[in-house]
């Protein structure tokens, strides 16, 4: 029991949403890892709120540690780049991995990361 245990456990770090945000006072960066699943959709847009209060409108995302996204990360993203644009912002996307890129496209949102395909910083 003590192995599953100590598996069960490593298992929920794996599925643990974690952001780390940066910016230059014209653009905010987030660094996001893990999985873009119900609760973690939750957790970023509750982040991704707090900096709109704060007067944000340019986001960029880094998805390179993000190795899945159902719909609700999905449609967290197309609502919050949609807001951002109407408020004048931006929200796009850089170093998607190869499922993310699938279900972005699935979706119809490449417009995402194509400014970013090119390997931009």
Do not use: C
């Not at 960066?29 to 973690?40: E, K, P, Q, T, Y």
């Not at 982040?47 to 209060?53: N, P, R, V």
């Not at 890129?101 to 990361?113: F, K």
């Amino acid at each position: 029991m003590d192995g599953m245990g100590e598996r069960m456990s490593h298992g929920a770090e794996v599925w643990r949403l974690t952001v780390d945000s940066g910016g230059d006072g014209e653009k905010d960066n987030f660094a996001v890892r893990g999985r873009l699943g119900l609760s973690g959709a939750a957790e970023l847009d509750s982040i991704l709120e707090g900096f709109i209060a704060r007067g944000a409108r340019t986001f960029l995302l880094d998805l390179s540690g993000v190795d899945y996204i159902s719909s609700p990360g999905l449609r967290l993203l197309d609502d919050r780049a949609r807001q951002l644009e109407e408020q004048g912002g931006t929200l796009s996307v850089r170093h998607v991995t190869d499922p993310v890129r699938l279900a972005l496209d699935l979706a119809g949102l490449e417009r995402l990361y194509q400014s970013h395909a090119s390997g931009e910083p």
